[in-house]
């Protein structure tokens, strides 16, 4: 798999206007929860893009006035002389491996409050935005001009902090997009009516920047070849702007109308799935085109190149995933690529406001704080370390450990390695999860100095026989049968034959029929995807949950209104805002969390989704009375969820930071300073 071969298409240079790309491997812009506030973990983590083989690499979204202000959450900012150095860093980081550097310039429109600048939100009409009770200010003309001036300002600082490629940015619904919207731009004059109208601002922001930028940049606009909506952009008029406007940018970064499926999870939504929308832009405007599609196989890759669908294969979640693809793929390690399981873990950070990370990639996020490389692990671990457990951060701790030298035993009481991944990996849309267990079984067949002992649960007294220099307790954790979780402190009262059953067991195979309900008060995926298990086998399902819809947390991930939707299709009666209370033989009784009014619901059989419990028996036998022994505390440590329950990424991240510490001094974390 050499650049000779096969694969080579994918590594030819490819000019961009007046720059070129030194292969089709394109980071498209993403957010990262880092932006403006933390710029060198920013430069950091793009910089390790483009040492991975990535020719282009691009910022997030990047404010160009305080009038686009999104606090809470952090996107970049180009505003001033301190910002132009503060992404200078970055582009100075991708450039020190040869790959460009790309700026998405942004105005967040009526979408943003400007909570932080608290300058007046700016708007083609005076409307709501997306969450604060606060509506825009409707632009005039002379409010156009200094947005105009405004934009080609930033375009001047983002040559000025080195960029290669500039981008316009009409689309996701911010103030450009919101001028090409029919149902938002209902302007008499010259920038509203008929559609020639409404592009007029996108054609001058395009034409000025060019001006902008002259010969130095590249101009690319990121555009969704579907529209935005029959009532804001239809595909027959994104069709007819493309048309018009197709020779303005040097590129084209397309996108589609939905983002919960532009960057949709795996859970709903297939490899490649934007092609059928995108694929005519290309013949079109005779630019080149850039768009993602979760793209993890090089066969997928070097098709949509070979058939002109794309000229470049853009990735936000794959490069996160393994920022050194391209280069694993240059080499023939395909086997060693992490790819991305479409879980959207990073895209859920962002959204809550925190820098990104990842379920595959714990180095994410940490390579200017801890000093992390996702490919490089000092050799320097003496000893021999003992991990019970082969769960997520089990088999990460191995194959680190045994990458840094140590001689390691990886035992686990199933006969099946993975953990809880392997169990949900097996639930509706999540088989993709897997991936988590399949890299890292295939790093660790690799490495001699690293044992695998399935179907094999050590006590106590076996642990210590075994005399290991360090052990590491992974065991996991179990779901509560009692009801006890955020919502409920006690336990539920439960008949003698009421029939009670928690994930654990829908995992170990029950198949409960008749009335099932299914108590959500973790408000995350559990719920949604066994009452979708259960549903699709013939039970009829009463999902309750204390939230006000089902599993809110998947708002983080892009999927909550796919998953209830998936519910109500498959005929699920969805009660909110109701807590259970108890359960008897054929019935359970439930309160309205506001009220406490109760009523009485059929049940069968009642399956809760509450909390964990950690599996730490095991932890707290071999500890015993020395629990406050700091030496004994260095040599037996708890990860991952017999630690704390969390997600899968916390466990896999868990895993990483014991394996890199073990055995050394601990590290501070790097403090992120603003470079002015």
Known sequence: MDTAGRYAPLFEPLAIGPVTAPNRFYQVPHCTGMGHALPQTLAAMRGMKAEGGWGVVCTEYCSI???????????????????????????????????????????????????????PTLGVRSTLGRSEPIQSQRMDRRDIREFR?????????????????????????????????????????????????RMRLLRELLEETREAVGDRCAVAVRFSASGHGDEHLSADEAHDVIAALGALPDLWDLVIADYDEEMGSSRFVRQGALEDRIAYVRQLTGRPVVSVGRFTSPDAMLSQVRRGIVDFIGAARPSIADPFLPHKIREGRSEDIRECIGCNICYAHNSRGSALRCTQNPTMGE???????????????????????????????????????????????????????????????????????????????????????????????????????????????????DGRGRSRSQPLAIAGDGRVLTPDDVLDGARPTGTVVVYDDDHYYMAAVLAELLAGGGARVRFVTTAGSVGPWLANTAEQARSQRALLELGVTIEVSSSLERVAADHAVLSCIYTGAVREVAADVVLTVTDREPEDSLYRALVGERETDEAAAETIQRIGDCLQPALIAHAVYAGHRAARGLGTAPRVPARDRLVL
Do not use: C
């Open 65 to 119: 006035h305080p009038s686009s202000d999104d606090h809470p959450w952090p996107f970049a900012a180009l505003w001033d002389d301190g910002d132009v150095r503060n992404l200078a860093a970055m582009a100075s980081a991708v450039h020190a491996h040869g790959a460009l550097a790309g700026v998405e310039l942004w105005h967040g429109g009526s979408s943003v409050a400007n909570l932080a600048s608290r300058a």
């Open 149 to 197: 001036r405004w934009h080609r300002a930033a375009a001047l600082r983002a040559r000025q902090a080195d960029f290669d490629i500039v981008y316009v940015y009409p689309t996701h619904g911010y103030l450009v997009a919101e001028f090409l919207s029919r149902a938002s731009n209902t302007r008499s004059d010259a920038y509203g009516g008929t559609l020639a109208n």
């Open 367 to 481: 390579e200017w704080r801890s000093g992390w490389h996702p490919e490089h692990v000092t050799r320097d671990g003496a000893g021999s370390v003992l991990i019970v457990g082969a769960g997520p951060a089990g088999l990460e701790a191995g194959q680190i450990l045994g990458k840094r030298g140590f001689q390691v035993t990886i035992a686990d009481a199933a006969t099946e390695a993975g953990g809880r991944v392997s169990r949900e990996a097996r639930l509706p849309g999540l088989a993709e999860w897997g991936r988590v267990r399949d890299y890292r079984l295939g790093q660790i067949e690799r490495l001699a100095n690293v044992e695998l002992h399935l179907g094999s649960r050590l006590e106590a007294a076996d642990v210590r026989e075994f005399g290991a220099d360090h052990v590491l307790v992974a065991t996991g954790s179990r779901w509560r049968r």
